[in-house]
């Protein structure tokens, strides 16, 4: 059974930063993409970044291209998100998402889904 278990969320001050973790188990890893969304309250849930199964690719919104990076550690099994330059508009829910082959930052092309660390940054 996979599993995702995210972490690292908090409350900052804009131009603060966080590092997310997504713990992975329960199958292959490294054979897919993975990636990291977020839902504001009463928004739909948006993509912010994925990456290939090996890290030699990664795809960014717009909206944070510069301010966040994903990577993954297939030996540890995890996938980060650090956040630097933090804006109020960053606030949301923020999900790991795995089992992609598009590593489009589309929500219905992942299969397996974090319950989600919450985000928040005052200004």
């Known amino acids: 059974q996979v599993q995702l278990v995210e972490s690292g969320g908090g409350s900052v001050q804009a131009g603060g930063s966080l590092t997310l973790s997504c713990a992975k188990s329960?199958?292959?890893?490294?054979?897919?993409?993975m990636g990291w969304f977020r839902q504001a309250p009463g928004k739909e849930r948006e993509g912010v970044a994925t990456?290939?199964?090996?890290?030699?690719?990664?795809f960014y919104a717009d909206s944070v291209k510069g301010r966040l990076t994903i990577s993954r550690d297939n030996a540890k099994n995890t996938l980060y998100l650090q956040m630097n330059s933090l804006k109020p508009e960053d606030t949301a829910m923020y999900y790991c998402?795995?089992?992609?082959?598009?590593?489009?930052?589309?929500?219905?092309?992942?299969?397996?889904w974090g319950q989600g660390t919450q985000v928040t940054v005052s200004s």
């Open positions: 998402a795995a089992d992609s082959n598009t590593c489009r930052l589309l929500p219905q092309d992942y299969n397996y």
């Open positions: 329960g199958y292959s890893y490294w054979r897919y993409c």
């Open positions: 990456i290939y199964h090996d890290g030699s690719r990664t």
